[in-house]
Structure formats: C-alpha cells, structure tokens
C-alpha cells in the first residue's frame, strides 16, 4: 500500500474515533404511521417505542384477521372496532409547555357521535383506574377532552357552533385533526384550518405520565373507525406547519418511495439526496417534517422507512463485505469526477461522491455485521473493532487497485 493510502487510512481511522454521537432531533415525539400491512405491532418512527395492536372485532378484515386495511383514499390503514394500540405514553403537562396531537381518522356510520370513544389517548392511568386526582387526555368524536384535576373546564370544543358540525361526523370520510398546546393556550386545527381556540386553566396534577392509546384503552372506550399518520410534536405547531402535514399527508402511497414504483430502493434514496443537496426544501421529500429537506430526511429514509443501515449498498437489509465489493467495482472511490456517485456506488453520506468520509458514516451508523435492522438502534461498535474493519477494508480496496 502506497504511503498515501496509510496516511488516508490514519486520517479515517482518527475521525471515527472522535465522532460523537448526537442525539437524534427531540421535535418529533412519536410518529406512527399505521401502514404496516402485517403483524401486531405498529412501528414508530419517531423516539420511543412500536405501539402494540391487541385483538378485537376489525374492520375490513384481513385474511390474517389483522387491523390492517387498504383503503382507496390513503393506501395501507389500521381499522377499529375493538381492537386498540398500547403506543407509550404521554409527558407531563403544565401550562408552559408545548405539545402537539396530529392525526387522520374516518369514521363510519356506526361510530357514534358525539361520543366519549378513545379515538387516541386515554381515560385511565397505566394501572387500569382514575388517576389521582382524575385525569385524562383524550380526541373523542365529541371533543378534546383534557381532564384537568377532574373538572372540564380544559376541554376543547371542536367548534363554537352549536351544531352538528361541532363533533367529527360518522360519514365515512377522512378528515385531518390537530391540537396544538402553547402553554396554556389550546388550538384546534380541522384539515389544516383553525377551527377553534381554548384557554387552559390546569396544569396535571397528578404524579404519574399518562398512557397514550390508539383507539381505545383496555377493552373500554373504544372507538369504531380507521386511522392514519398518527403524529405527536413536543413542539407547539404552527398553521403553516399544520398545513403542511395535510398536505403532505393525502393520497396514501407508501413513505419514502419518491417515483412511485411501489418499492423503497436505491432510486429513492438518490432522488432525496439530489433534493437534499439542492437545498429546495420541496415538501414532498421532508420526512420528518421540519420544513427542511437534508440529512435528517436521509436518515428516516434509511433508518426508519427501509429499515437498514447506512452502508448496505445493495440494499439487502444486511450491512456486510459484500457491500465493500459492490462500490469498489463500482469504481467510483475519490474518482475525477464531481457528483456522480450514488448510494450503490459509494455515497452513503449524501454529498454525492465517495470518499473516505462515507466509511465514517456507515461505521458510526453501527450495522456492520449487524444483521437485519431491528426495531430498537443497536449500539456502535467499540471504536477497536472498527478500527480492524477499517483496516481490512483498506486492504481490500489496495488489493483490487494493484
């Protein structure tokens, strides 16, 4: 190996060493999609964990008798009627700090409503009863309803009319619903437009966080429709905001699948990192929904929509030496051309060539050798055995040059 292939080595060597982890962005609190189209568990993308599906009368059943439904408007659904999501639980609220509830739901005709149905939150503690003092927040098909030191005065009419308009209707379309918490102010928020305003006079009273539910709680309260793109913010949203989750949010489709081909693959993934460096910030590509388009983005896509690990070249889930070979035949490593490599030749990072700093991203991402990508981050390798990784890959590469 040429003296400046050891040197180039040291250098990347050195820089995995002194990366240290930054925690991910806290303004996405929880962010469950309900698009899964299998199983019991319905993933999040946000912190936190997956939510737990627990067995009930569906709608729409599937042959594996599963919440899972394809709807016409918004593609793969959760649909209800019996069933409900154990998905974590909620922060503590006072009357400084900011939260935001987002979510589409449809309801049929048989939901009724008004109602005191769970459609998200809760009405009990984690133990099963009242919390004490009572308290509870939950969206019903009547309104929100934030129990505050068992009084009512903290709930938020959907509407100041004194009609039917006021509560969601069981009329079977999809509608978008929002609440923002600034402080003490409470804003209600249908298909992107303010529909009403509340002042909260309560803060929580009682000691413990409270659970936060899909569709009902423990076989009680719950509620009869479908549901979507369930988002929770530890930030107070704006309208623009707001209106873009429902913008960004019609149509059904699967996340992350940028031309429509109906998988997630390596062409994705190049058009948001084409995006991503045009500094555009299109709505379109903004998967985490900060009205920006970057590197965050990137990561959603890989992390959380593909469920790999950056450096699984030929996205086959697996992060391993076939990856090395792949974009060393490729041919593209630190190459005189400007801007042409792409995810299966190399630019893991994103800036659209591959160069060293690539192998830093995909070691610190922590899969190499790692096997699938669980739902939980695994940890980084210890910074020994990624050195020798490095070492081995370098030789690899010096190989194939000679």
């Not at 918004?74 to 639980?89: I, K, L, N, Q, T």
């Not at 984690?126 to 009512?152: C, L, Q, S, V």
């Amino acid at each position: 190996m040429k003296l400046v292939d050891w040197l180039k080595t040291i250098s990347l060597v050195a820089a995995l060493l002194a990366v240290v982890n930054t925690p991910a962005s806290a303004d996405l609190y929880g962010h469950w999609p309900l698009d899964d189209g299998e199983g019991d568990v319905a993933r999040n993308l946000g912190p936190g964990d997956d939510g737990d599906i627990f067995d009930g009368d569906f709608l729409g059943l599937g042959d594996d008798g599963s919440v899972w439904v394809e709807d016409d408007d918004r593609g793969m659904v959760a649909g209800f009627a019996g069933a409900f999501v154990e998905a974590g639980e909620l922060p503590m609220m006072d009357l400084e700090n900011n939260f935001s509830w987002a979510f589409w739901a449809k309801q049929p005709e048989e939901q009724a409503s008004p109602s005191n149905d769970i459609i998200i939150g809760s009405r009990f503690g984690f133990g099963g009863g009242d919390t004490a003092p009572r308290e509870f927040i939950k969206f019903t098909p009547n309104r929100f309803e934030y129990h505050m030191n068992a009084g009512f005065d903290n709930d938020l009419q959907y509407d100041l009319c004194e009609c039917p308009e006021r509560h969601i209707p069981s009329d079977d379309e999809w509608y978008h619903h929002a609440v923002v918490k600034n402080g003490s102010e409470l804003a209600y928020y249908r298909d992107g437009e303010l529909w009403n305003e509340h002042e909260l006079l309560d803060p929580m009273y009682s000691d413990e966080p409270l659970p936060f539910n899909l569709a009902g709680q423990n076989g009680q309260e719950t509620w009869t429709g479908y549901l979507s793109d369930v988002r929770l913010y530890d930030h107070a949203l704006t309208e623009a905001e707001v209106a873009d989750i429902v913008s960004g949010g019609g149509g059904g489709g699967l996340p992350g699948d940028f031309n429509n081909d109906g998988v997630l693959d390596a062409a994705d993934i190049d058009l948001l990192t084409v995006e991503a460096n045009a500094g555009t910030n299109n709505a379109s590509f903004d998967l985490n929904n900060d009205a920006l388009v970057d590197g965050a983005d990137r990561e959603v896509w890989v992390n959380d929509l593909r469920r790999t690990w950056f450096g699984d070249s030929n996205l086959d889930g697996i992060f391993n030496s076939s990856d090395f070979v792949s974009v060393f035949t490729a041919g593209e490593y630190e190459d005189a051309a400007a801007g042409n490599s792409t995810w299966g030749t190399g630019d893991w990072n994103g800036d659209l060539e591959f160069n060293s700093s690539d192998f830093v991203t995909a070691f610190v991402s922590g899969g190499f050798e790692q096997g699938e990508r669980p739902a939980a981050a695994q940890a980084v390798p210890e910074p020994g055995s990624v050195m020798l990784v490095l070492m081995g890959v370098i030789a690899l590469f010096a190989a194939r040059r000679r």
